[in-house]
């Protein structure tokens, strides 16, 4: 059967690099990124708190560790990423709601996103060194 | 508009709506946990105790802790599902979370009520 109509080439894009999305594609995949890593923190939480409330001994232990500086920069990339997945999560149930759904306003909040989860690593780190 | 029957067994919905109820009661949380740390005179380990030993605070803690399992398990279902492909892998790794992060909210409890 012979082609009735004339097929138009379809712009092919196989290029999904991160850097490629959009800004809320990006807050997107960070969202999966750091849920992972928090859910790979649930083990260092619990023990933390698991120590800290045992004894006066084992509270001054985990403070201990908690101090070394390598320990610390660890524990400031989970709090970025609890802090990024916070932000991020509001945004995420705002947009459930309908509310920031347009373009420009879901591209500001995507920034908006960005901006106060880094500033807000960035005062704790400060406060922690 | 497309008038479609949904069929099925809606696990799909339970998830998403335990994914966002988990959410904000661990916002909720985490707010009033900042705030109370914030407003400890100081940080030993005698108010740190302090913090936990409150009954409501306990429930709290574990109600927030709970949140954490059940929307760590939506998130880490969500992952393999997008990312696993092998079903026998993807089943392995799904039972696996679900043990794993029970046997972390029996931890969790016992923390808590220990102290």
Redesign the interface.
């Known amino acids: 059967m012979p082609e009735l109509t004339v097929r138009k080439p379809r712009p092919i894009w196989y290029n999904i690099n991160l850097l490629n999305l959009p800004v809320p594609g990006i807050v997107s995949i960070f969202h ?1 990124i750091s ?2 890593l ?2 790979l923190a ?2 260092g939480l ?1 023990y933390c ?2 120590g ?5 001994v084992d ?2 232990q985990i403070r201990g560790g908690l101090s070394h500086p390598l320990v610390k920069l660890v524990a400031l990339g989970f709090m970025w990423s609890f802090l990024h997945h ?1 932000c991020a ?2 945004r995420f ?1 705002f947009l ?1 709601l309908g509310k920031g759904i347009n373009l420009s306003s879901a591209r500001a909040t995507a920034y908006a996103v960005f901006i106060v989860s880094g500033l807000l690593t960035l005062i704790l780190g400060v406060k922690i060194w | 508009m497309v008038n479609r029957v949904v069929v099925g067994a809606h696990y799909g919905l339970t998830a998403w709506l335990a994914q966002r109820v988990s959410a904000v009661v661990m916002a909720v949380y985490s707010l009033v946990f900042v705030v109370k740390v914030l407003m400890l005179p100081q940080l030993n380990y005698e108010t740190w105790r302090g913090l936990f030993t409150p009954g409501w605070m306990r429930f709290m803690t574990f109600l927030f802790l709970l949140s954490i399992m059940v929307h760590a398990w939506v998130g880490m279902r969500d992952i393999w599902m997008d990312y696993i492909k092998s079903t026998g892998l993807r089943l392995t790794l799904q039972v696996g979370t679900i043990l794993w992060l029970v046997g972390c909210t029996g931890w969790a409890m016992q923390i808590l009520w220990r102290v």
Request: proline fraction near 0%; charge should be negative; aromatic fraction near 10%.
């Open positions: 999966r849920g992972l928090l859910t649930i083990i619990l708190l698991d800290s409330l045992k004894s006066e509270f001054g916070f999560g509001i149930l459930d």
